[in-house]
């Protein structure tokens, strides 16, 4: 049993979804301070105010916090809309990076079958030149 635990543990995928884990609660940090430090303040200035937990709705004996979900709500829409354009940002970066490694193969395959096609002349004017000889 322990070999089959340690097996499983060491498995690439569960290795590079401890890596991802990790990974996105670092980077959930980068995504909270621009949301609360720098879009937030654009957001009160347009709306009047980036609180709105004190908003609250008495029902009978009952308070309802509706002013916490309001919150909830709009920073869940913004850092939407922040990893939205992240990963816009990334994917265009690897579509320009998949580009790139593109041109670069087949510049690569150009010069091989340029190399290939120089090889095959020199042979063919070499043979031609001992057939010359020989006449």
């Known amino acids: 049993m322990l070999k089959e635990f340690r097996d499983f543990i060491a498995r690439g995928n569960v290795l590079d979804m401890a890596i991802g884990v990790v990974m996105a609660t670092a980077f959930t940090g980068i995504v909270n301070s621009l949301v609360n430090d720098i879009i937030m303040p654009f957001v009160g200035l347009i709306l009047g105010s980036t609180d709105f937990t004190s908003i609250k709705v008495n029902v009978g004996s009952a308070v309802l916090t ?10 869940f829409l913004i850092i939407a809309l922040v990893l ?23 510049a690569e395959d150009e010069v091989a079958l340029v190399d290939s096609q120089e090889v095959l002349l020199t042979e063919i004017r070499d043979l031609l030149r001992e057939q010359n000889n020989r006449q």
């Open 66 to 75: 509706v002013g916490n979900f309001i919150q909830a709500i709009i920073s």
């Open 84 to 106: 939205f354009f992240v990963m816009k940002a990334v994917a265009s970066l690897k579509s320009q990076f998949a580009k790139e490694e593109a041109a670069a193969a087949a």
